[in-house]
């Protein structure tokens, strides 16, 4: 959100420290198309019963006293009461950004808020992986190559009799 810059801060620092792709986004208000639109996630009356920061090995936790949470029924995120003794922070959903299905269900959060019991809207990072980029693999190749053929001349492949071969053995030079 636009209006907690502290998060927000965080949330620009990940987006940009992930290699490869990476999507944020940004709810911001605008005073001419939705003006208020999400009044309900950045108001202090209403933000902590309707907003939930999701970490790392945390349990979804919210509220204005922190009393309520998320636990999967199933695969059914359902809010809980921590106050009435029925469960307590370890009945409920760890947050895990490798895990691809909870990340699905987070998405899928966006229940109205006048309703009595919704769920509340989450904020953070949903699913991050990490695997290498094109850039990787592609060093990853070259370095290959050199280490198996050497680091090859441009002279020597254009005095050569084998020039059919240059679009074959381009990729191995270095310049």
Same mark, same amino acid.
């Given at each position: 959100m636009d209006r907690d810059p502290k998060h927000l801060q965080e949330m620009l620092k990940r987006s940009h420290a992930h290699k490869g792709a990476s999507f944020l986004e940004i709810y911001q208000n605008c005073n001419i198309f939705n003006d $208020? =639109?999400?009044?309900v996630f950045t108001? +202090?009356?209403s933000k902590a019963?309707?907003?939930i920061f999701v970490e790392q090995g945390q349990p979804l936790i919210f509220g204005a006293q922190k009393n309520l949470g998320i636990r999967l029924d199933g695969h059914k995120p359902v809010v809980v009461d921590l106050n009435d003794g029925q469960f307590t922070a370890s009945d409920l959903w760890i947050h895990d950004e490798q895990d691809f299905g909870k990340a699905q269900i987070l998405t899928r959060m966006f229940d109205d808020a006048r309703i009595e019991g919704h769920l509340p809207r989450p904020f953070g990072v949903f699913y991050q992986i990490f695997r290498p980029t094109y850039e990787d693999i592609m060093a990853a190749q070259l370095e290959e190559a050199k280490a198996k053929r050497g680091p090859g001349s441009l002279d020597k !492949? !254009? =005095?050569g009799n084998e020039? $059919?071969?240059l679009h +074959?053995?381009?990729i191995y030079i270095t310049i």
């Open positions: $208020g =639109a999400f009044e108001e +202090k009356s019963d309707n907003t !492949l !254009l =005095a020039t $059919g071969r +074959k053995q381009i």
